[in-house]
Structure formats: structure tokens, C-alpha cells
């Protein structure tokens, strides 16, 4: 792990902190737009000792304390902007196999669950990770932490789900674990031994296996902070879900739910019940269950890339909730289907196709998912926040909105840690 560096940035161009109010919480509606809240003037200067955020000021006030000091690392900022490093609250980086076929198949007009129930979809992919070697499944792993590190992402979740026996999901959180402690990226981990009914089981059999062999070799060697169930009609029924939260939750676990991707099937409206920190893709949820969540304080994590990468419609209410105030953010769902892990495309997506504005779609990839993970220490809050872990984004632009504007591009920006 890198040690941490005593860092003073100085010459800014805008500073967009989004450090405004209680960071523990999510922004809402035009709160996340408030450019005056969240955006410093140019000049802004921060100091990092030890990795932490230690002050922000506007221009000399800490340079004239610090010039010609050895014991920091001036970096002139050139004008250029600088931005939190994002969060990525949703992904599957635990799977090895490839599934790019199935591009193909959707263009043949099969469905998810047609090529599911052909011996494709998540099926496809447990074979392969079930096979392969711990040696190619860690390499996996570590290449997907570098390769987003590389598109400005400073903290990520994680899930495993493509085992679906006790053997391999284990195995996918140790790896994922064991990697994400020796790296300089925090990953949270997300048990979803329910992501499908595996192919030698029956249901019933599967479901007692989650309760009582799987939850409790995760919960035993503390390999996961949250529990997450494929919620959908024809995968986890609502009372599957149920059951298998409830197990989860009196184990001392957080809930995390994938719900309502392809109908409402009443997934967003269980998460709210069971008191999930998010439920994710919530892309055909109801507008009461919608405001139920957001008054529960359930986060909804929207997955533009995911219906993007099915060829679905682009056709997210993001812009609903922004105006209706309801807290939301984004993810990568990176995934066999979805294997991207730039957030910058998704915030491309939410702005030229969805029309959100570019810095709420900031907020929706660095602050409020933050506010869903782990809150205990210092970890970086998708803030340029004083007192914080410091990861920073220093643009190759004067202007905020750069961070969608090259979104194909590694090459945006430089990460400061």
C-alpha cells in the first residue's frame, strides 16, 4: 500500500468540494446542483498531510505558511478543476469466462431470461468461475480494482454471486478481501449467494444451503458487510427475499437489493420494509414506492450502463427524482454483461441521454453512493471534505463538466491520493 503524502494544491481552477451540509447524508433535487454549496472559487488551496484533507483556503492563505518547506509536495494546479474521485457503489468483479456470445443473441431478439433459460446468462458464467483456478480468479479481481483506479474510481463495492455454492462464493470474498487489503482502494464486500438458483439444486434445496451454510461461513469469518438477493420475478421471489434478509440481517449484515429491474415486482417497496441502505436498478419502481424509499432513507442506485449494454431504452427516471428530491445515485453494475467500470460514461449517459445536469450527476457517482458504504472512519465521503481521507481529481480542464466530456478516455485526469 502506497504510503501517504503530505501534498499542498495550489493554483486551482474550481474546487468542487460538494462538502455542503451534513456529508453523511445524501444531496437532494437542486441541492445537487447548487453550484455556489459545492464549487469553490479558483485559486482554492488544499493541504493533505498524511493523506488527510487538512485544510482548504482561498489563494496564498496556506502556500505563504508552506513555501519552501521540505516537508511538503507542491503541485500547481495550472488552472485546471478539481473533483472528488468517484464511488462505485455497485459491482461484480468476482468472475472469470466470457459472454460476449450473447451480444449476438439480444440482436437475434432473445430476452435476458431467454437466454437464461437457454444456458446462458448468470449460469454461463458460475460454470466458469466455478472451474477456474484461485490464481486466475484473483487476477481477475486485481485487474478489474487496477483498471478502475485508472477511471478515477477511489472506493468501490464489491459482490460475489457467480459461485452459488458455498465453496466459491467463499472463496470469490476471500479473494476479493485478501486483494482489496493490499491495495490502496477500499472495497466494501456484498455477499449475493442469491443472485441466481444454481443449475444441481432445486429451489428449496438452494434456499435452505443460503441460511443455513452460506450466510453463516460469510457472517463467521467476516467476509461481508452487506447481504443482496436478485429480487425479480423468476429469480428470488419477494418472501424468498424476505426470509433470506431477515437471516442476513440478524447476523448483523447491512441489505443491499438488486429490485425491479425489468417490472415492478414490488422489490423497492421489501427494501424499504427490511430497511435497506440501497436498492439498485429500480428502473420500473412505482412513484409511491419511489417516495416510501426516500423518507426510509433508502438510497436508489440507478445502472445506466446496464440497460445501455442490453440495448434496452435509455429511459431511467433520474430526472423525476431530481425533481421530485428523492436521493439517488449511480453505479457501474460492472458485470459479464456490463463490463465497464468508468463512471464518467455513466455520468455521460445520465447527462446527453437522460438529462440530468452534469454536476447532480457528479453528486449521483461520488457523494451520495458514499453515503451508503461504510461511514465509521476516515475513508474518502466522495468529498473534498477537511478532516477526510483526500483522493482527488485533478482535471486536464478549467471546467467541472470535463469529467463526462472524455468519457471513453483514461487520460482525463490525474488522481491525487
Known sequence: MAMARNVLLHG??????????????????????????????????????????????????????WEGSSDIELIDAEGRCLVP?????????????????????????????????????????VQSTRRSSDVELRQSIKSRIDQAKTLGTARMEAKSGYGLDVETEIRSLMEIKSIAESSSMPVETTWLGAHDF???????EYMTELIEQQL??????????????????????????????????????????????????????????????????????NIESRRAADEAGVMQTFLPG???????DLDLPLKECYDSEYAFSMATDYNPNCPSLSLPFVGSLAVHRMGLDPLASLVAVTRNPATTMGQLGNEHRGTIEIGMKSS?????SKNPESWISSFGSMNNFSMIN
Open 392 to 396: 482527488i481529481l485533478m482535471m486536464n
Open 198 to 204: 444454481p443449475a444441481d439444486k432445486s429451489k428449496s
Open 306 to 312: 446496464t440497460p445501455y449494454a442490453l440495448g434496452k
Open 12 to 65: 486551482s481552477g474550481p474546487v468542487v468540494t460538494l462538502d455542503s451540509g451534513d456529508t453523511s447524508e445524501p444531496l437532494r433535487g437542486h441541492e445537487m446542483s447548487d453550484k455556489g454549496a459545492l464549487i469553490r472559487q479558483s485559486g482554492t488551496e488544499i493541504l493533505i498531510i498524511d493523506g488527510i484533507v487538512s485544510d482548504i483556503q482561498s489563494a496564498g492563505s496556506i502556500t505563504c505558511e
Open 85 to 125: 474521485s468517484f464511488v462505485d457503489s455497485h459491482t461484480h468483479l468476482a468472475w472469470t469466462g466470457d459472454r460476449s456470445n450473447e451480444v449476438s443473441l439480444r440482436y437475434q431478439g432473445m430476452s435476458y431470461s431467454d437466454i437464461a433459460e437457454s444456458g446462458g446468462g448468470i449460469r454461463s458464467t
Open 216 to 285: 453463516p461461513a460469510v457472517i463467521e469469518n467476516e467476509l461481508a458487510s452487506f447481504a443482496d438477493v436478485f429480487c425479480e420475478p423468476g429469480w428470488f421471489s419477494l418472501e424468498d427475499t424476505e426470509q433470506i434478509c431477515t437471516a442476513a440481517k440478524d447476523g448483523g449484515l447491512g441489505i443491499r437489493l438488486h429490485v425491479d429491474e425489468f417490472v415492478d415486482g414490488g422489490g423497492l417497496e421489501l427494501a424499504t420494509e427490511m430497511g435497506a441502505v440501497s436498492a439498485d436498478h429500480v428502473a420500473k419502481s
